[in-house]
């Protein structure tokens, strides 16, 4: 007699029902699907489906069914081209209200979806799409900061008529003292007063007293703690503007997440049109309302090249404009931008927050029948390379938007008119999605076309179909019975596999089929071990169902230790590997895991079930 | 079914000079080549343009090349992918450029030799992530072998396990970069992860015969550590070629069916798979032997432990 515990009878036959549940959507494959969202990002409801569906029926976009999905709706087609066409018909004739992105839906039954149960999502290489890998540039966030420092220290020196030489930032790494202000004094300062001045509204702060060659100093230095803190506030506020960015152009299970200490990793499935979206995702602009000089001559300023005291020349549209440097509000202070075509051609709608209205209100207040100015501020980072030197430098363009006559008083809602369409558009977005708070380049990035991902996850499919078979016909031949078991635990594998990453939500990779496919082939090899034991039991002239119980017992240590090894390796990839690599490792490890759970358990019910149940055992079909 | 029914008793161990000769001779040929032809660092690795372009119908590499040639690029690697309908370019690292210039300029070539030609997928890599990229290469290797010595060691209670182990799985991803450098065929990220899933997975087979090693010295410590050792490979010998069997056939399915982008990733496999399974025969033994293997080594307490009976 062989025994085998009830309860893990039980156990198995549980986590088995479960894996086969859990897998279950994966099975049915997708169709080319279109997903409709509202623009003002409310969600869709039944009277917006139904807006959705009457204008694709009245422009002949033949659609399969649609529902709504947390919020967006999922509209399905039979075929790319009917994708295709119905895209071009909401955007030629819906884009005021929604925006559209290509995407895919799972064929899968609507009871699975309504108990939570969804395919595994599918990655760029088996989808297609653009791939970005952003640096960002955490060192300039310090430097801002010093130098929002620098410039607060001259306010407070100045406003509490203390005299200062100067007030030099460091920022290069290679300076003695990085990421420091030094406040350089005039010999027999009170040097004691200027640090209390500079510590009352900095009480974060650290300053420590010297001395140069023209008199004593004052040296601010950040802390470690101080300058990681920025650099993590710079990266996850541009995870979040980024974030914002791609949900404003409604791109369909878009990802966007951090990489390493510096880096963004940005996924779009099914965008295809690569400049228009890096252009707006790289973006960092802000605006500015500042009022006009009136007092000073703009073209006496432009002739003598230098602007007066508290001013600053722009010229716009070839005539020079003198705008007072002191900001009404600026950009950070909005809270919401639309645009929309007015009487006056396209304008923005911009909303501001309290203090930004305050501010609005008082000046406009004071300053009706003058001109303001709306200042639109893009900075950039051009790459050059000058005698094999590459050199990078940030270039900012200032533009005057708009000069408008204040004619009424104004708060936290106004217009802004004088733009293109297309630029009241995007600068709607940027405004919207916030700004960056440090410039991002990108280092990597990578398009795959939809008919190469379909292709790849065609081939892969088939590879593992193709191997599967293989092994089936292989280990049936070889092992007869205990074969088919074997075969049986690797189709069980493969299904918990498959329901343990739909459940993490894993992203499916090239490399994860690979990775699949690989887990077959290692899988096997618990069942060989054991088997093998069992064939050399026999041998060695022991009763079938000794052999067989010794073959698990024996094998187990083995089995173990050969999988511990080989799980290290998988965990080394996940924790190092980025990417692709990653789904690699995780379809590794997890497939180490399921394949000592299927083999132990799982073969060991179904044989305990072959042969234990009989007092006496003949032979077993083991080959 | 069954190949190995009669029990095999080669002499691994008195034969282990010659073994040793092959593998140091095949690891001589390896790491010369590497350090003579170099690899074949795909973009990933040294920042540069790579493009899949397919057409219509064949095209002529050297039409295309020379398409390239007109439109200003220099150093371009063109060769054909799977079929002559689809080519592979590579181009290196275009200053200055964003990736939509580059795409535009090279779709312009591509069309101009078929107008129905396109893009399927375009690769820009700026070099600094490349330097990222090998180091994290270098650093998984090692803190892999270094985790596995550790684990080995611990669960046989002798270093001498642990550094035949160690040598014998070395030497597969040597063989491997050997071999990728003798074809000059390009070495991206998926090879790296293949190269660190066949040092996980040939350990395997080494982890067997050193738990039948142990399973042996336990039944009888006084036995010559020679006789342990061959009989040990001998009964373990129908399972390790068996798996690998089973394996390959999964890999080799994987290299023919998988596609272009998999090709790479599959070779290393399987040229991996197979050095592991030759190594763990006939390398991590031999050299656990050579370091002084004796039973007390593994066993190093009189009491005997009993070693997880159970499941």
């Known amino acids: 007699m062989l025994e085998f515990p009830r309860w893990k009878y039980a156990l198995v036959a549980l986590v088995t029902l479960l894996a086969l549940i859990l897998a279950l959507p994966n099975f049915f494959g997708t169709d080319p699907a279109l997903q409709v969202a509202r623009k003002n990002r409310a969600p869709m409801d039944d009277f917006a489906r139904q807006a959705v569906e009457q204008s694709l029926t009245a422009h002949t976009a033949a659609f399969q069914g649609d529902y709504l999905d947390e919020g967006k709706l999922i509209v399905r087609f039979a075929s790319v081209a009917d994708q295709l066409k119905a895209r071009d018909a909401v955007n030629e004739f819906l884009a005021t209200d929604f925006i559209s992105a290509l995407t895919t839906a799972s064929r899968a039954p609507e009871t699975l979806r309504h108990i939570g149960l969804r395919p595994m999502p599918l990655g760029l290489d088996l989808r297609g799409g653009l791939y970005l890998l952003y640096q960002v540039d955490v060192n300039g966030a310090v430097a801002q900061l010093l130098e929002s420092y620098d410039q607060g220290f001259r306010r407070i020196l100045s406003s509490a008529n203390l005299p200062f030489n100067d007030v030099t930032t460091y920022t290069s790494s290679k300076s003695t003292i990085p990421n420091a202000l030094r406040v350089s004094l005039p010999a027999g300062a009170d040097v004691g007063a200027v640090r209390d001045a500079l510590r009352k509204g900095n009480t974060d702060l650290t300053f420590s007293i010297g001395s140069d060659a023209a008199g004593p100093t004052i040296d601010m230095e950040l802390s470690p703690t101080q300058v990681r803190a920025r650099q993590d506030y710079a990266l996850q506020k541009n995870i979040t503007t980024l974030r914002n960015r791609v949900n404003e152009m409604g791109v369909s299970e878009p990802i966007v997440k951090q990489q390493g200490i510096d880096r963004i990793n940005v996924q779009l ?158 600068l709607a977005l940027l405004m919207r999605s916030g700004s960056l708070s440090a410039p991002i380049f990108a280092v990597q990035e990578s398009t795959i076309g939809p008919s190469l991902g379909a292709e790849n996850i065609r081939k892969g499919v088939q590879a593992l179909l193709i191997g599967m078979l293989a092994v089936f016909a292989f280990m049936a031949l070889y092992y007869q019975r205990f074969g088919l078991v074997a075969n049986l635990v690797l189709v069980a594998n493969v299904v918990l596999l498959t329901a343990l990453l739909s459940m993490l939500r894993a992203t499916l990779s090239l490399p994860g089929i690979a990775g699949i496919i690989l887990t077959v082939g290692i899988a096997v090899d618990a069942n060989v071990l054991i088997y093998e034991r069992i064939r050399e039991e026999l041998r060695n002239g022991v009763t079938p169902q000794a052999a067989i119980r010794a073959g698990f017992d024996k094998a187990f240590s083995a089995i173990l230790d050969s999988n511990v090894t080989a799980f290290i390796a998988g965990l080394v990839l996940w924790v190092v590997g980025a990417g692709a690599i990653r789904g690699f490792a995780v379809v590794l490890t997890l497939g180490i895991l399921t394949s000592m759970f299927t083999s132990l358990m799982g073969s060991r019910a179904l044989i305990t079930l072959m042969y234990g149940g009989r007092r006496k055992v003949a032979r077993l079909s083991i080959g | 079914m069954e190949f190995f029914r009669k029990a095999t008793n080669f002499p691994f161990m008195s034969t282990r000079k010659l073994w040793y000769g092959l593998s140091i001779a095949l690891m001589v040929i390896s790491i010369g080549s590497f350090f003579v032809r170099g690899l074949n660092l795909a973009v990933e690795f040294t920042g540069g343009v790579q493009a899949q372009a397919s057409f219509s119908n064949a095209v002529n590499i050297d039409t295309l090349r020379s398409g390239l040639e007109r439109a200003g690029f220099r150093e371009e690697q063109v060769q054909y992918l799977g079929s002559s309908r689809e080519a592979a370019i590579r181009l290196p690292a275009q200053t200055g450029q964003s990736s939509d210039v580059i795409r535009a300029r090279v779709e312009g070539v591509l069309q101009a030799i078929d107008p129905r030609a396109e893009v399927s997928s375009l690769e820009v890599v700026y070099p600094q992530v490349g330097e990222e990229l090998k180091s994290g290469a270098v650093l998984a290797l090692a803190a892999t072998l270094a985790l596995i010595f550790i684990y080995i060691a611990v669960r046989f209670h002798t270093w001498r396990l642990s550094l035949g182990a160690i040598l014998a799985v070395l030497h597969d991803p040597i063989l491997v970069l050997g071999a990728f450098s003798l074809w000059h065929t390009s070495f991206d990220l998926p090879v790296v992860s293949a190269m660190l899933a066949v040092i996980g997975y040939s350990l395997n087979d080494t982890v067997v015969v050193f738990d039948r090693i142990r399973e042996r010295f336990e039944g009888s410590r006084r036995l010559e550590p020679v006789a342990v050792l061959d009989q040990s490979i001998n009964q373990t010998l129908s399972r390790t070629i068996m798996t690998k069997v089973v394996t390959l056939i999964v890999v080799v399915a994987l290299y023919m069916l998988g596609g272009q982008a998999l090709k790479g990733f599959s070779a290393a496999l399987i040229i991996g798979i197979v050095a592991g399974t030759y190594s763990s025969i006939y390398i991590s033994s031999a050299i656990a032997l050579d370091c002084g293997l004796k039973a007390e080594h593994l066993l190093p307490s009189a009491v005997k432990k009993p070693v997880d009976e159970l499941p």
């Open chain 1, 269 to 426: 499935p099914g965008v295809q049109n690569s400049a228009e979206v890096k252009d707006i995702l790289g973006k960092v602009a802000t605006l500015e309302f500042r009022l006009e000089d009136s007092q000073n001559s703009a073209a006496d300023a432009q002739q003598r090249g230098r602007a007066p005291l508290g001013s600053k020349l722009y010229i716009m549209e070839g005539s020079p404009k003198l705008l007072k440097r002191e900001l009404i509000a600026t950009g950070d202070q909005l809270t919401n931008a639309t645009s929309t075509n007015g009487n006056e051609g396209p304008e923005v709608n911009v909303t501001l927050n309290g203090q930004g209205g305050d501010s609005m209100l008082r000046n406009t207040r004071l300053n009706v029948g003058r001109r303001m100015a709306v200042v639109y501020i893009e900075k950039s980072r051009e790459t050059r390379v000058i005698e094999g030197q590459k050199t990078t430098r940030d270039v900012t363009t200032e533009k005057i938007i708009s000069l408008a006559t204040i004619r009424a008083v104004l708060s936290n809602q106004f217009r802004i008119t004088g733009l293109s369409a297309v630029e009241a558009r995007e």
